[in-house]
């Protein structure tokens, strides 16, 4: 479903990737860890197709289309409500939001609410639901539980576990071992663009993997 | 992609940038108070007995028009820095193509809007006649306004994410302006005078061929602008 092969990319002198490679079926989940300029936002950034490696390719079945993107910024515009802002990017993917989704993200009394009178929290809701409009089998998640309140956080890993469900696949990059390991099928950890760990979690707790994440990453 | 689509998200894009800039009224008022300063300015300070309004009023309206695009393209792609929008509009699958003409459509209704200001502005302040030759003066604008601001969207795409965007844009700009505001300057000039039609006829060709040339050259860069 989703492949990286020898990825390689360089932003001047400083690696950015170097020779990463991996496959994610459906149902995984992989959880990329990695302190800030490990590489992470690039390796998301090549998958997506936003970037070109400077060698290696990546290829996600069912291309631009199939992918939903939940990042630091929540790519909505503020002078919009909720519903215009889904009902835009939609209109991109051409398909019709549904009000479902609203729902599931307690979003249905704010929806005729301009996005920049939003709580950071609610905005960060809104931008999951962006990412979602379109039903996408790929999710590529950049520390997408920032900003985010407990309940919100939660109705995150519940729609992430539904789309794992339903056989799609997901790559998350964060440096909160705590947020992502549970939702993790599959854990790797990243240090100046490498892969120094790649391994299913094998029922591996958020303790043990935050563990060996310190002693892979010093 | 088919046309069809091409066309239909260039729409979606472009009446996503009119919504929002109808909920701010931010870029369209200052710029609306800046043709109006300009031109009240350009009334009082002239000399009537030493150029006559006829001379004068083609280029005070296409110095105006000019300055005043400059503004409203500095903004066509801050709006989509804001949030990162521009990341989501790179992932969406669309072509790139149409993020350009989007963008296009939007600031040629956003120029067009302040022409429709100016141009009746320049006919009070400089009493020149506009009713008799307002067919060819529109043609002519809008000929003129096609090519600078296709251009124009092109370069915004390309400084919008560089430290100096907003110094970048007009430096790059006005020498692509040059050509079609000279001409533009050039057959208004002819119409306010009440010349013929015949006397300005090449320069509408001229703008005609600047705007298909520029139009499609720019459709084909866009993407290599906003690629990382």
């Known amino acids: 479903m989703l492949r990286a092969e020898g990825l390689k990319h360089r932003f001047g002198a400083i690696s950015a990737l170097d020779d990463v490679s991996f496959t994610v079926q459906p149902g995984q989940t992989l959880a990329v860890f990695g302190p800030n300029g490990a590489g992470k936002t690039t390796l998301l950034k090549v998958l997506a197709g936003l970037i070109q490696p400077q060698h290696g390719r990546a290829q996600v079945e069912g291309g631009r289309r199939a992918i939903g993107w939940i990042g630091h910024q929540p790519q909505l515009y503020g002078q919009l409500t909720v519903r215009e802002n889904l009902r835009f990017w939609a209109s991109l993917y051409d398909v019709s939001p549904s009000d479902d989704l609203l729902s599931r993200l307690g979003l249905d009394d704010h929806a005729d609410r301009p996005v920049r009178a939003l709580s950071r929290g609610l905005v960060q809701r809104v931008a999951i639901a962006r990412a979602l409009v379109h039903d996408p089998r790929v999710l590529l998640l950049d520390e997408p539980f920032t900003g985010l309140d407990r309940v919100a956080a939660e109705s995150l890993r519940r729609l992430l576990g539904d789309v794992m469900k339903q056989g799609g696949a997901s790559v998350l990059v964060t440096h909160n071992v705590e947020e992502g390991t549970e939702l993790a099928t599959d854990v790797a950890f990243m240090r100046a663009g490498r892969f120094v760990h790649f391994a299913p979690r094998a029922g591996r707790g958020s303790a043990q993997v935050a563990e060996e994440y310190r002693n892979a990453i010093a | ?228």
């Open chain 2, 1 to 228: 992609m088919r046309s069809p689509d091409l066309l239909r998200h260039a729409w979606a894009i472009a009446s996503k940038d009119l919504l929002v800039e109808l909920r701010s009224r931010t870029a369209i008022l200052s710029v609306a108070v800046f043709v109006v300063l300009v031109l009240v300015v350009f009334n009082f300070g002239r000399d009537p007995t030493a150029v006559s309004n006829i001379d004068l009023a083609p280029s005070i309206l296409w110095v105006t028009f000019t300055f005043a695009a400059i503004l409203a393209l500095n903004r066509a792609f801050q709006l989509e820095l804001e949030n990162q929008a521009l990341e989501g509009l790179l992932l969406a699958p669309v072509d790139r193509g149409s993020i350009y003409l989007g963008k296009l459509i939007a600031n040629l209704v956003f120029v067009a809007t302040i022409e429709c200001l100016g141009v009746p502005l320049v006919a009070l302040f400089f009493n020149v006649p506009i009713i008799p030759h307002l067919g060819p003066l529109v043609a002519t604008i809008a000929l003129a306004t096609v090519g600078f601001v296709a251009i124009g969207t092109l370069f915004s795409a390309m400084t919008v994410r560089t430290r100096f965007a907003e110094l970048l844009l007009p430096v790059l700009l006005l020498p692509f302006m040059i050509l079609p505001l000279s001409w533009a300057a050039l057959a208004t000039g002819r119409l306010l005078a009440g010349r013929p039609l015949s006397e300005i006829t090449g320069w509408l060709n001229m703008l005609a061929v600047y705007d298909l040339v520029f139009v499609i050259l720019a459709v084909l860069l866009f993407p290599a602008t906003v690629n990382e």
